[in-house]
């Protein structure tokens, strides 16, 4: 065979890993993110990997590049990433990709922001195919957005796309980044977990945390909230009207001023949810429209939990 290329998706609950051979995903690997520093994180990069080379029947001797995804402010020239606290436990800047690289010995890593590659993982290779303007919206354990613009993804000065970090409710809740009343604050997995968490110590009664227990969590996951969702959990089913309402006011927002030709939905949350999910965001934003006869193409994800992992080779050239 000859020198692969490998992606690596990092998010808040899990790595994907992928190796690619002429464009064909050959081999894979998927494992939690430790909790526990980006000393450990870095490990479980390097470990999945290694692991998903094996599963390609590849030894490390011929892998040529390592593409990552990764939550945060990258700073695609030095692989450094910060403003990250949902996967490595504080905003500092971390210099991933110097440090994967020295853990795969050696070999050539390139960084960039996980949500920007995955929506050139779907424009390349998934449900962005037809399209040359787009916008990809990942629902995660945050949110966040790729802009494709004339066929090409626009960077900006290094945050285009941030979606997550609009306003959808002024004053309204606290996020991550520490501003009020930004879409990840409603959409995002782990400000819906902390919503539950809060409207549970206020005496409202919810099966989410008792579900996540019985599937062996240490915290909601996607799974976790669509399970609750079929067992007919008030306060679940709550949360996530209030995160599609915000979807739909976030896309609208964007699409009004853009006039984009489509709109892609994916991420952890996104995927599990899947059409039925993507078909009550594409409502909830058709009624904020200022032409609401001329939507865009509303669509879920093609290559589902690989987008990422598939992205970062692209990105590379594979």
Avoid: W
Avoid at 1 to 8: D, I, S, T
Avoid at 35 to 53: C, E, F, N, Q, Y
């Amino acid at each position: 065979m000859a020198q692969v290329a490998a992606g690596l998706d990092l998010g808040g609950t899990k790595i994907q890993a992928v190796v690619v051979s002429d464009g064909d995903v050959v081999g894979r690997d998927r494992r939690a993110t430790p909790r526990t520093g980006p000393h450990d994180v870095i490990a479980a990069l390097a470990a999945s990997v290694r692991a998903a080379l094996d599963d390609a029947g590849v030894g490390l001797d011929e892998l040529a590049v390592v593409g990552v995804g990764s939550p945060g402010s990258v700073t695609a020239e030095t692989g450094c990433v910060s403003k990250a606290p949902n996967v490595f436990g504080s905003p500092d800047e971390v210099p991933l990709g110097p440090a994967v690289s020295a853990a795969l010995d050696g070999v050539e890593v390139t960084v960039d922001n996980d949500v920007r590659v995955a929506v050139m993982g779907e424009f390349r290779r998934g449900a962005g195919r037809p399209y040359r303007d787009m916008l990809g919206v990942f629902v995660g354990s945050g949110v966040g957005g790729g802009l494709v613009h004339n066929g090409e993804l626009r960077h900006g000065r290094g945050n285009a796309g941030e979606i997550g970090h609009t306003t959808v409710k002024p004053g309204g809740r606290r996020c991550s980044c520490g501003r009020l009343g930004c879409l990840e604050a409603y959409a995002g997995r782990m400000s819906i977990e902390q919503s539950a968490r809060s409207r549970q110590e206020k005496g409202h009664k919810t099966k989410l945390f008792d579900i996540m227990e019985r599937k062996g969590r240490d915290r909601v996951t996607s799974s976790v909230i669509a399970d609750a969702i079929e067992q007919g959990d008030r306060v679940t089913i709550e949360l996530i009207d209030e995160a599609v309402e915000a979807l739909g006011i976030a896309l609208a927002n964007a699409q009004n001023l853009l006039d984009m030709q489509a709109i892609i939905v994916g991420g952890g949350l996104g995927d599990r949810l899947g059409e039925p999910f993507v078909r009550r965001v594409e409502e909830a934003m058709v009624a904020n429209l200022r032409l609401p006869d001329q939507p865009p193409s509303v669509l879920p994800t093609e290559l589902g939990d690989l987008s990422g992992a598939v992205g970062a080779t692209v990105m590379l050239g594979y």
